[in-house]
Structure formats: structure tokens, C-alpha cells
């Protein structure tokens, strides 16, 4: 994140437009012309200097790669068979949408709103994280490999990606220095946010457009080319819109945060900057207005709408104190070094630890002359005290004293925002602190001389050591429960016809969702894993649905916490609820399921003798359903 203002000193490239030269001292005056040693730093584009970048950016993007299958590692040993990282119904639905995507895909059916999951009254697939996006791209590789593939490519190359362009970006318009735009990228996609938000949140970790996002932002303040800047910006934020609406949120906030510091340390030069800035706005705005109008009404005032998130806010909070610990998937972590600092081990977008803390305060007051630098440091600052939540919490027990985000919880979307998530900023901004400090330490080494040199490399030296305890650690890995093959051969399509429902006995939101991706939601499932409104009268967010009374009496039966006796009022409720969800079968695993032969004994009683079919106990129950 760089400050949109002109006291990053700029040169004309060949093209006529500004390119940012942020060498420039906070003191030092605007200057019409460029001068030379920018124009040696950053040679104007040519054939020459393009075939330059390209090996060290190919040995770059090889690097992170290597990176991010470290990271992933265990997944990869068996896709299908194994669940990576440490939430793995987070993991399933978005198994699910990559499924459903590319049925949507294949299909020709609506992107933002289907009944194949929480059967018949469907969910809202814009709050809930629809990736519309990656759906479209990876349809190809869900179609022949399955949802489970195609997720833990996504994943994987999410971390590469984001780091990649991190790194184009810092390389090309901020640093003149590769290796300090390699770190810079390096921290914002491999620090415990990204990797922590690996565990199941590939919506977060999809951030390899924010860098160019925040670009073309500060471009627009610079002026220039405003009308084709706005439309290029309106592209960019189109695609992050289906990708994740929630990362572009957090990335505006980051636009706001630093047009504040920016207001703070040169007003008269931001308000003068206004004028371009929200002109080519106003451009990207009527663009993205155009192509975002249906998904934002559903999002807002569609079918199964929801408002705000379940539960306290501060439920998934940080801490002051999580700030300087470190994460479970840092090298200096373990499994109990951020046990009740931070909200589970998906959120947790702070745990830096205490080195990466002093090299950003020392960063920070080193390079306090500079504008970019002054901008940076009120971003970190706003960031993380939101991340804190409503009231300020040093250990690991929340006080009743009032912190800032209390002052906008009740605001529309902000209600919405997991509260952890306002550190991902915090870390963008700290990349970019590292990457500017990496590139001011390169630039001492090479105009001192001698044992000038000294100094400026015990300083790089340092700063290394201070960011390796948070390097990641691979994510874990474990078993999951498999799909029966009736599911994945496709014998299900000889019994349920498309669009009707299969019913997986117990009834449980996340077997259904497996079953459903590993049919590639050819059929409908009851219940799922998603968030939706309390009822039709009360949009208030809420996890899941409430189960029919027929799925309550088998999980109840599958535990153990009822006999096998059934009524006559169970058996008409139990064929009520099969027509409530449409269902054409009733399936119960032949191995596997918790309390199988009660829970068989039950179905059988309920809906008639079943068949055995492939690998499951099938109820042919459309004589009661049509």
C-alpha cells in the first residue's frame, strides 16, 4: 500500500505516464522533472530490460510456488482421500461451491442462489462466499478431477499467486530493489494471516489482486489518464467481487486508511489529489454498478439474505497480546502457543511475535521522514486496533473497556466482517513497510563504501532473522470419511432423478455436502454448512438451519440416545419431511455410519424394506414424494 500523493517523487515513462519513484525524502520538495538516478533505477520499457526481468521474476514465482506446495504438502499426498488443515467443514463447503460451480458451469443454472444444498429452500450463494470466479476457471479441472483437486490447487496457488503479485507490483512502482520486493511478497502471502486462513478459507487467501487493486488506486490520485485508469480499476474490482466480496471490503478499507494518513501528514496535497482520484471513482463505480447489480441485490435483499454474523463480534476477536506471540503454523509456534490468544486456528491474521513487532517499530522510526513510510504506520495502526474488537483486550480475557470498532459494529457490512480479519491489512502494510526498508537498506549498501558497507548488511542480517521464526510450517492433514462408491460411480443417477433430493442417513449437513461434491451437485441434499436467515421473517444470520424432526429422530437413534421403537406419528412426520425435501432416496451407508443396524431397523420401519445397492441401504421413497 503506497500513499496516493506527489511527494513519492514520479518520472515519465515512454509511454507519458507517471511511474512512482518512492526514493523521495518526506521533506523534499515536488519536482517537475525527473531526475536522473530515477531514470537508472527504472529504465524506460524495452525488449532488453523486459528479457532481464523475466529470469529472476521466473525464479521468483518458482520460489514462492515451492513455498506454497510446502505449505500444502500434505494434501497433496492424497487429494481425495485426506483433508488439509485444521477445519475441515470450512474445507468441505468449499468443496461444495467449487462443485457447484462448475455445475453451474456445465449446467447453465444460477451462480448466486441454488436449492441443491438445504433442500427445497435453498441457499444464497453471495453470503456465502459464492467464488463465482474460481468456480468459472476451475470447472475444467473440477469436471475431470473432482472438487477436491481442484480445491487444493486453489489453495496452493493462492499463497504463490498473491506472493507473486506482491512482488510485481512492489518490483515494478515502489522498490528499485528485486530482493527487497521478494520479501516484501514473501510476508503478505507466507505470514501467519494467509497460511492460518489456509485451513479451509481459500475465499481469504485469493488476494492476487489486491496488490494491482491498490495500484491503480493510487494511480488514479496521480491523475493522468483518468477515464481509462477508471475503467481499468472497475475490471480489476469486478473480478475480485466474484472472487471475494469480503477481501475487496477489507482492501477498500485499506484504500480509505490510507487516503486518513495521507489527509493527516499533507492535507492541502490530498484534497488536491480528490479531484482525479474520485473522478475515475466515479468511472469504476458505474462499471462495477453495471456488472454487480443482480449479485448485490441478492446479497442484500435476496432469497435467504441474511444481515450481519452470528453471535458476538468479539467472538472472533484478537488480542493486543496476539500481536507479539506466534501462530501454530510458524516454525517459532506450537499447538498451544496461540491456544485462546486469537479466535481458532483459522483467524489468526496477527502472531507475528516479538521480532517481526521491534524490526516494524525500528522500520517505522528509520524511515519516518517518508511520506509512504508515515501512511504506512497509521494503516498498521487503524488495522490492527479493528482487528481488536469492541473492547481493548491485552490477555487473553476480553475487559469491558470501549475500543474503536465499537463505534462502527452496527454499521451495514461491518456487522458482517469476522472482526480477526481487519489484521489482513495489518500485514498487507507490513509487506510494504519491508519491502520500502529492504530497498532503503540495498540503496545504503550500494552508495557507501568500504566498511560503510557494514553497517547496512548487519541491518539486512538482522531483519532476516526477525521474520524467520514466522515462517510456515506445512498445514496437517487428516483422513476423511469415504464417500460411498453407489456416489462416486454414479449408480445415484438410476434412483434420484437431477435436481431431486438424496437423503444421506444420519442427516448431517456435512455428509450431505461430501455426497453432493462428490457427485458434483447433480443432486439436491438436505440441511448443508452454510449461513443463512433465522426464518422467512427474520434475516438475522444464523448457522445452518433447523433439522426436520425426522433427521433430529436419526441422529438421535445414530448416537444412541433412542431405541428403535417407532409410532405412527413418526412414520407420517418421516414421510412428510421426504416430501418437504423433494427427496427421491433415502441412502444409509453400508459401513461407516455410527448406530448403522438401529438406525436400518428405523428406515425400515419408516419408509418399508429397504435394498441393498452397491455400497449403501437404499429407500425408494418417491411413492410418497410425487
Known amino acids: 500500500m503506497t500513499a496516493p500523493g506527489p511527494d513519492i517523487r514520479t518520472r515519465t515513462a515512454t509511454d507519458g505516464e507517471p511511474v512512482i519513484d518512492a526514493t523521495a525524502d518526506a521533506e523534499a520538495p515536488e519536482r517537475s522533472a525527473p531526475s536522473a538516478g530515477a531514470e537508472e533505477r527504472h529504465p524506460a520499457p524495452a525488449a532488453g530490460p523486459a528479457r532481464r526481468h523475466l529470469r529472476p521474476d521466473l525464479l521468483v514465482a518458482a520460489v514462492y510456488l515451492t513455498g506454497a506446495l510446502w505449505v500444502t504438502a500434505r494434501g497433496w499426498l492424497d487429494h481425495s482421500g485426506r483433508l488439509l488443515g485444521s477445519r475441515p467443514n470450512d474445507q468441505g463447503f468449499n468443496e461444495w461451491m467449487l462443485a457447484y460451480g462448475a455445475h453451474a458451469v456445465s449446467h447453465l443454472e444460477n451462480p448466486f442462489f441454488t436449492t441443491l444444498q438445504n433442500a427445497p429452500t435453498g441457499i444464497n450463494l453471495m453470503t456465502n462466499v459464492g467464488m463465482q470466479l474460481p468456480g468459472l476457471v476451475l470447472s475444467p479441472f473440477t469436471l475431470l478431477f473432482g472438487a477436491s ?58 488476494q492476487w489482486l489486491v496488490p494491482f487493486i491498490l495500484w491503480r488506486v493510487v494511480r488514479l490520485a496521480r491523475g493522468g489518464h483518468v477515464v481509462r485508469d477508471g475503467l481499468v480499476l472497475g475490471g480489476l474490482v469486478v473480478a475480485q467481487f466474484f472472487v471475494s466480496l469480503e477481501i475487496l471490503f477489507l482492501a477498500a478499507l485499506g484504500c480509505l486508511m490510507m487516503v486518513v494518513g495521507y489527509l493527516i501528514f499533507r492535507p492541502r496535497e490530498a484534497l488536491r489529489r480528490a479531484r482525479p482520484l474520485l473522478g475515475g471513482l466515479a468511472i469504476t463505480g458505474v462499471l462495477v454498478g453495471a456488472a454487480a447489480a443482480y449479485p448485490l441485490w441478492m446479497q442484500f435483499a435476496g432469497p435467504q439474505h441474511r444481515v450481519g454474523h452470528p453471535g458476538n463480534p468479539d467472538v472472533y476477536a484478537l488480542t493486543v497480546g496476539s500481536f507479539v506471540r506466534y501462530a501454530t503454523e510458524s516454525i517459532a509456534g506450537s499447538p498451544t502457543s496461540a491456544l485462546r490468544w486469537g479466535p481458532n486456528t483459522t483467524e489468526q491474521s496477527s502472531f507475528y511475535g516479538w521480532s517481526v513487532v521491534v524490526l516494524a517499530l525500528a522500520a517505522c522510526w528509520w524511515l519516518r521522514r517518508e511520506i509512504v513510510v508515515r501512511v504506512l504506520a497509521v494503516v498498521i495502526a487503524i488495522s490492527a486496533v479493528f482487528s481488536i474488537g469492541t473492547t481493548w483486550t491485552w490477555g487473553t480475557r476480553r475487559t469491558d473497556v470501549p475500543a474503536p470498532f465499537a463505534l462502527v459494529t452496527d454499521l451495514p457490512v461491518f456487522d458482517s466482517v469476522v472482526v480477526s480479519r481487519f489484521a489482513l491489512i495489518t500485514t498487507a502494510a507490513l509487506g510494504v513497510l519491508f519491502a520500502v526498508a ?41 483422513g476423511r470419511v469415504p464417500v460411498p462408491d453407489f456416489v462416486t460411480s454414479g449408480t445415484w443417477r438410476d434412483h434420484v432423478a437431477p435436481g431431486r433430493t438424496l437423503v444421506p442417513v444420519p442427516v448431517s449437513g456435512m455428509t450431505s455436502l461430501y ?41 438421535a437413534v445414530s448416537r444412541g440416545e433412542r431405541d428403535t421403537m417407532v409410532g405412527p406419528a413418526d412414520i407420517a412426520q418421516a414421510r412428510s419431511d421426504v416430501r418437504y425435501w423433494k ?9 461407516g455410519a455410527r448406530g448403522h443396524d438401529n438406525l436400518k431397523i428405523v428406515l425400515d420401519a419408516l419408509y418399508g424394506p429397504g435394498q441393498r445397492v452397491d455400497d449403501v441401504w437404499l429407500w425408494d421413497v418417491r411413492s410418497f414424494t410425487r
Open 149 to 206: 483437486f481442484s480445491y487444493l490447487l486453489f489453495i496452493t496457488l493462492n499463497l504463490a499467486g498473491t506472493a507473486y503479485a506482491w512482488y510485481h507490483v512492489l518490483s515494478r512502482h515502489l522498490v528499485s530493489s528485486r530482493a527487497a520486493a521478494f520479501v516484501g511478497g514473501l510476508f503478505c502471502a507466507f505470514a501467519p494471516a494467509l497460511v492460518s486462513h489456509s485451513n479451509g478459507h481459500p475465499h481469504i487467501t485469493a
Open 438 to 478: 529492504g530497498d532503503r537498506l540495498a540503496r545504503s549498501r550500494a552508495t557507501e563504501a568500504g566498511e560503510g558497507r557494514l553497517v547496512p548488511r548487519l541491518a539486512a542480517v538482522a531483519a532476516l532473522a526477525a521474520l524467520l521464526p514466522i515462517l510456515p510450517t506445512p498445514l496437517e492433514a487428516r
Open 583 to 591: 427427496a427421491d432416496a433415502v441412502a444409509l451407508p453400508d459401513r
Open 515 to 555: 455426497w453432493s461434491s462428490a457427485a458434483l451437485a447433480g443432486f439436491a441434499v438436505p440441511e448443508g454448512y452454510f449461513l443463512g436467515p433465522v426464518s422467512a421473517t427474520d434475516a438475522t444470520g444464523r448457522w445452518g438451519v433447523e433439522p426436520q424432526p425426522t433427521a433430529k429422530l436419526l441422529t
